[in-house]
């Protein structure tokens, strides 16, 4: 978030200024202004990452004509099962509204599987099938909670802000890698990964969505010394410049 935007958002109060409660386990968050007319985007960061994140997104979704979201999940949301229900409620916070998703690594991945009522989908670093390579790491045996956050070696994921992760989603994370492979939803989706990015290479995005009825692959870079590894395609102005075009295109 430039300090600029953040100035702002203080100064006029009109950070968080709205929120929406579905249940316990699900907030959604006014990230920026309020503006009614503009069509609204839920901007979604995965469990063990820190939810801030996603600030850049949230302004440049804001600068370019559209109503930023953030998703906030309750402090219970420690299962996968929960996790679904609560990516589900959005379906009552926002019944007869027209929205898109914004999301970032293995919240995608749980978007698809809920198949929400969203127009649209843009789904980022977020795994669909199993991977060739593995490069995750154990979970430390009768922990409850991954402290270190998400399942990988810290110095592959890039510039990641990690916070405490529930075990029992820790370990669909790793089945998602290892087999399981995602259905076809109902949105159109632009899937954006990178060739640098452990969490959801581009096998592991491209290939399983093949047959999908509606949606677009970009692949922003290929693997290189340079390439955006996972956290840094939340900064990546290649990713912004996708997700916008995508968002404005006309409906069909």
């Keep these: ?7 702002y958002l203080l100064l006029s109060g009109t950070m968080f200024l709205s929120e929406a409660v579905a249940s316990e386990d699900l907030h959604v968050v006014d990230a920026g202004h309020s503006f009614e007319r503009r069509h609204r985007v839920l901007v979604a960061s995965s469990p063990g990452v820190n939810p801030m994140v996603t600030l850049r997104w949230e302004e440049a979704l804001e600068n370019g ?46 978007f698809v599987d809920a198949n929400v009522g969203a127009q649209r989908m843009v789904l980022v670093g977020a795994p669909l099938g199993p991977q060739v390579t593995d490069t995750r790491i154990g979970l430390p045996p009768n922990a409850g909670v991954v402290v270190d956050g998400l399942p990988w070696p810290a110095e592959l ?53 093949l047959d999908w009825t509606d949606r677009s692959f970009v692949r922003v870079e290929g693997v290189g010394p340079h390439s955006s590894t996972h956290g840094d395609l939340l900064r990546n102005p290649i990713v912004e410049r996708q997700m916008l075009r995508f968002l404005r295109k006309p409906k069909k």
């Design 157 to 209: 994921l890039g510039r990641l802000p990690q916070v405490e992760l529930p075990r029992a989603i820790a370990e669909m994370y790793l089945q998602f890698s290892a087999s399981s492979v995602a259905d076809d939803p109902d949105a159109e989706v632009l899937l954006i990964s990178s060739g640098a990015d452990v969490v959801a290479p581009p096998e592991c995005v491209r290939l399983p969505s």
């Design 65 to 110: 004509g559209f109503d930023a979201w953030r998703l906030s999940l309750g402090s219970n949301v420690d299962t996968p099962e929960r996790l679904f229900r609560a990516i589900s409620d959005v379906e009552k916070v926002w019944a007869n509204t027209e929205y898109s998703i914004v999301a970032h690594g293995y919240i995608g991945r749980f």
């Design 1 to 7: 978030m430039s300090t600029l935007f953040a100035s």
